[in-house]
Nanobody, 127 residues
């Protein structure tokens, strides 16, 4: 497992942008699939974005396509989530997660495929 620490959350007006960062410790980061999830008050944890270990494959939930971009810098052990055109419904705690050893790429959206989680960072979008 790796240890993950998110940063970059905050309060922004609708239409604004934020970039979340997730710093990982451990030598295996570059071999791991990474994901971003979010959880709004009273709701379950929702898949947001996924990057394969090489960033060759990325997936997004429909509601953020065209607005959010996941990227990673394996040399810095960091994964990012660039969020543009933010909407009030994007308000949530955002978590980054590292894929488990036997990651099933077909289930990139499932929290069960990730075994390391950060503590989360709050994103609040005001209307």
């Amino acid at each position: 497992q790796v240890q993950l620490v998110e940063s970059g959350g905050g309060v922004v007006q609708a239409g604004g942008s934020l970039r979340l960062s997730c710093a990982a410790s451990g030598r295996t980061f570059s071999t791991k699939a990474m994901g971003w999830f979010r959880q709004a008050p009273g709701k379950g944890r929702e898949f947001v974005a996924h990057s394969s270990w090489s960033e060759g494959t990325t997936y997004y939930t429909d509601s953020v396509k065209g607005r959010f971009t996941i990227s990673r810098d394996n040399a810095k052990n960091t994964v990012y989530l660039q969020m543009n055109s933010l909407k009030p419904e994007d308000t949530a705690v955002y978590y980054c997660a590292a894929g488990r050893v036997y990651f099933l790429s077909s289930r990139y959206y499932s929290p069960n495929e990730y075994d390391s989680w950060g503590q989360g960072t709050q994103v609040t979008v005001s209307s």
